[in-house]
C-alpha cells in the first residue's frame, strides 16, 4: 500500500480510463507497424514490375524475399533487445530511420544483389522496431485489454500491407517499380522525426531504468492530471528488475519451458500459415477452381484474419492463452477439408475466411501472448526473440511445401500435411497454458 507521498504506477495504468492520451499513443503505435507492414509487403508488390524491366527469371527474386526475412530475424532476435537497455522510444525512431533509409536506398538499386543486401540490411531495422512498438503500447495498457491492444496494432499492420498494394497498382505503371520503395523509404523517415515530438517513452521503462528522468513525472501527470498539483516523493511499480544480458533471462525464474514452447508455437503456427497462403491459390487453381476465385479464396483467409485478430485477443484478456488452443486445433481440422469445398464457392469462402479468423487470427494472439507475458524489462527483448524465431516457420512453410507439391500428391494428402503444424500448434499451446506462470519479485519501488 503506497504511503502519502508515493504513487503506485502499477495501480495507475490499471485504473486508468481510456482518455486522448493513451488513444494518441495507440493511434501513433498503429501508424508505425502500418508503415511496417507496407515495407515487409512492398518486395512482393515490386517484384513482377522487377522482373520485367530486368529482364530476369522470377527465381532470382527468391533470395531477396528470403534474405529480408533473415534480415528481420536478426534484427528482432538481436536488435530489440536494445529497448529494454536504451529505451523503446529510441529503437523505435532508430528501427523506422534505419529500415527507411535503407529501403530508399533500394529504390536505386540496378542488381540482385544489391537489392537482396539493402532488403537484408533494412530488415535489421524492422526487426528491430515492430517488437517494441508492441511493447511500447502494452505498458500503456491495463492487464485486462493488452491483448486487445496487440490486436489493434496488427490491424494497422494489415492496413499498411494491404495498401502497399493498391499504391504499387497505381504508381508502377506510371512511376516503375522505384516509386513503392521511394514511399516505403520516405514514411518511416518523416514519421520517425515526427514521433521525437509526439510519442512518450515508455512509463515502466522510465521507472525501471531512468527514475529520476522529469519526463516520468510529466507522464503521470498525463495519465492523471488529478496528479499535477505535487511531486511525489517516490514512484512505485510492481515489476522485476534484473541486471544482467537480458536474453538470458527468457530462460530464468522458471521461464525456460514457456520460452521454449512459445517458440515452437510461432514457429509452427507460422509453417502452417506461410505453407497455406503462398500455395492456396495455386492448388486450388489446379484443382479447377477458377484464377480469379482461387485468389478471392486467398483474400477470404486474409479477411478472417483480421477479424479473428480482434475476437480472440479480447478472448485472451478474458480466458487467457486457452482461446487459442481451441482456435489452432479447429482450424487444423479446416484446412484438412478444404479439397472436398472446392466444387462449391458457396462453402469454399466461408471455409476459407474461417481459416484465416482461427490461423492469422490466433498468431496475432500469439503476438498479444508474448508481448503481455513478459516483464518490463525484458519485454521487448522476449517480443522479439519470438517473433525473430519464427521466422523459421515463415522461411520453412512455403519451401517444405513447394518440396511436397513437386512429389505431385493428392490435394487430400497436401492439406492434411499443412493441417500438421497447425494442429502440433495446438498442442504446444495446450501444453503452455498448463505451466503455472513464474514467480516474480513482488515490487520494486523508485524514488
Partial sequence: MPKAGEIDLTTLIERQRIGWFRISILLWSCLVMAIEGYDMQL????????????????????????????????????????????????????????????????????????????????????GAAIPTTIALAVEYAPSRTRATTVSILFIGYNIGAALGGFLAAKLMPALGWPSVFYVGGIAPIVLSFAL??????????????????????????????????????RFILREEKQAGVPARHLFTEGRAPITLLLWLAYISSLMGQHFLTNWLPTVLAGSGVSLDHAVLAGSSVQIGGAVGGVALCWLIDRRGTSALVGSFGIVALLIALVPYATQSDLVLMPLAFLIGFGLMGGLTGLNAVSGTFYPTYIRSTGVGWALGIGRIGSILGPVLGGLLISFNPSNSVLFTCAAVPVFFCSGVLYLFARIPAPSTHEATVLS
Avoid: C
Avoid at 528470403?66 to 529505451?87: C, V
Avoid at 522510444?89 to 540496378?110: D, E, R, V
Fill in 196 to 233: 521525437i515530438f509526439v510519442l512518450p517513452e515508455s512509463i515502466s521503462y522510465l521507472a525501471l531504468r531512468q527514475s529520476e528522468s522529469p519526463d516520468l513525472a510529466a507522464i503521470v501527470t498525463r495519465l492523471d492530471p488529478e496528479l499535477k498539483s505535487e511531486r511525489p516523493a
Fill in 43 to 126: 518486395a512482393g508488390f515490386a517484384a513482377p514490375a522487377i522482373i520485367k524491366a530486368w529482364k530476369i527469371n522470377k527465381a532470382y527474386l527468391t533470395p531477396v524475399f528470403a534474405f529480408g526475412l533473415f534480415g528481420y530475424m536478426l534484427g528482432a532476435t538481436l536488435l530489440s533487445g536494445l529497448a529494454d537497455r536504451f529505451g523503446r522510444k529510441k529503437i523505435i525512431l532508430g528501427g523506422a530511420f534505419w529500415f527507411g533509409a535503407f529501403t530508399l536506398a533500394a529504390a536505386n538499386s540496378h542488381s540482385v544483389t544489391g537489392l537482396l543486401l539493402l532488403r537484408f540490411v533494412a530488415g535489421l531495422g524492422l
